[in-house]
């Protein structure tokens, strides 16, 4: 079993930057890939940006490309998510996710995943 738990969200104007942080503790050593995703009120969970946890592959989605950096600490078991020029359209709670089936042809999906964090609220002001 992997744990993950988020922080880093909170409020913030339009244009301004956040980096939401995500901690894993238990069976890290079987971590193959951990992504961000997110889920705005009313709207299904999207995928943000994921990260292969060996070699540091990476993998965005249109709206995070140019804006939004994924990246990760092994040595904290951690990985992060570096988010600039942020707009309204950003705002939603981000889910941090882990998996270890080593299988990334879903990396993108949220069924690509067996673990979740609890989520970590960000909301951009305009």
């Known amino acids: 079993q992997v744990q993950l738990v988020e922080s880093g969200g909170g409020l913030v104007q339009a244009g301004g930057s956040l980096r939401l942080s995500c901690a894993a503790s238990?069976?890290?050593?079987?971590?193959?890939?951990m992504g961000w995703f997110r889920q705005a009120p009313g709207k299904e969970r999207e995928f943000v940006a994921a990260?292969?946890?060996?070699?540091?592959?990476?993998w965005y989605s249109d709206s995070a490309k140019g804006r939004l950096t994924i990246f990760r600490d092994h040595d904290k078991n951690a990985v992060y998510l570096q988010m600039n020029r942020l707009n309204a359209e950003d705002t939603a709670l981000y889910f941090c996710?882990?998996?270890?089936?080593?299988?990334?042809?879903?990396?993108?999906?949220?069924?690509?995943?067996?673990?979740w964090g609890q989520g970590t609220q960000v909301t951009v002001s305009s």
């Open positions: 238990g069976r890290t050593s079987s971590i193959s890939a």
């Open positions: 990260i292969r946890w060996s070699i540091g592959w990476t």
């Open positions: 996710a882990a998996d270890s089936r080593g299988a990334f042809a879903q990396i993108n999906m949220p069924l690509g995943y067996e673990y």
